[in-house]
């Protein structure tokens, strides 16, 4: 299994409130991503990171941001959480052009 | 517009009873296109890569090919381990990020 670890795996929190998931990886990896999965519309991109301190938005990206200060270590967080943010998020990791993303087991979100 | 299509979107098998999953996809050039596993509550695995028409890859029971318009994952004598939702995804050369697009996905089940 890549080494990659999500946490927390879950979380209950209440609407307007501050949220940050974390992603860590030990294959030292240059991109690393965030998606969110909800019925009915796959896995979409948030955020991707290229490189320490190198991100840019994906598909879905209003109302998160992300940081990356360490190879290993990805944030996205959720500046006032909102209902519609309720989802499952994976983070993802890859080695470079053509190269297969390999998926952490997920944070299961709820926004109540 | 990259858009991918994956059909049916759920599938009940007879454990021996073979059967092919489809991913169409219109995008505007292809780099790859990667097939994932997901079983409940897990982040996607990944499969197979395919990066040209006329590739095919091979893994146990299950194979991979593609078209210039779609794939397919062949399932060959399914048994009920099989059993779980079938992601495919493309990845474009725009953009940047090595980003991909995924399906919605298959749900296939496979019963004694």
């Known amino acids: 299994d890549a080494g990659i670890t999500q946490s927390p795996r879950h979380k209950v929190t209440e609407t307007g409130t501050p949220v940050t998931l974390r992603c860590h990886q030990t294959?030292?990896?240059?991109?690393m991503y965030w998606y969110r999965q909800d019925p009915g519309h796959g896995l979409r991109l948030i955020h991707y990171?290229?490189?320490?301190?190198?991100?840019d938005k994906g598909e879905v990206s209003d109302g998160y941001s992300v940081s990356r200060s360490k190879t290993e270590d990805f944030l996205l967080t959720l500046e006032s959480a909102t209902s519609s943010q309720t989802s499952v998020y994976f983070c993802?990791?890859?080695?470079?052009?053509?190269?297969?993303?390999?998926f952490g087991d997920g944070t299961r979100l709820s926004i109540l | 517009e990259d858009q991918v299509t994956q059909s049916p979107e759920a599938l009940r098998l007879q454990e021996g009873e073979s059967s092919s999953l489809n991913c169409s996809y219109t995008?505007?050039?292809?780099?790859?296109l990667f097939w994932y596993r997901q079983d409940p509550g897990k982040g996607p695995e990944f499969l197979f890569t395919?990066?040209?028409a006329g590739e095919e890859k091979e893994k146990e029971r299950l194979k991979a090919t593609l078209t210039k318009k779609e794939s397919f994952l062949h399932i060959t004598a399914p048994k009920p381990e099989d059993s779980a939702t079938y992601l495919c995804?493309?990845?474009?050369?725009?953009?940047?990020?090595?980003?991909?697009?995924f399906g919605t996905g298959t749900q296939l089940k496979v019963e004694l």
């Open positions: 993802a990791i890859g080695a470079g052009d053509n190269q297969p993303q390999h």
């Open positions: 294959e030292n990896h240059r991109y």
């Open positions: 990171s290229y490189g320490v301190k190198d991100t």
């Open positions: 995008v505007s050039g292809l780099r790859g």
């Open positions: 395919l990066y040209s």
């Open positions: 995804a493309v990845q474009v050369p725009t953009g940047g990020g090595n980003k991909l697009t």
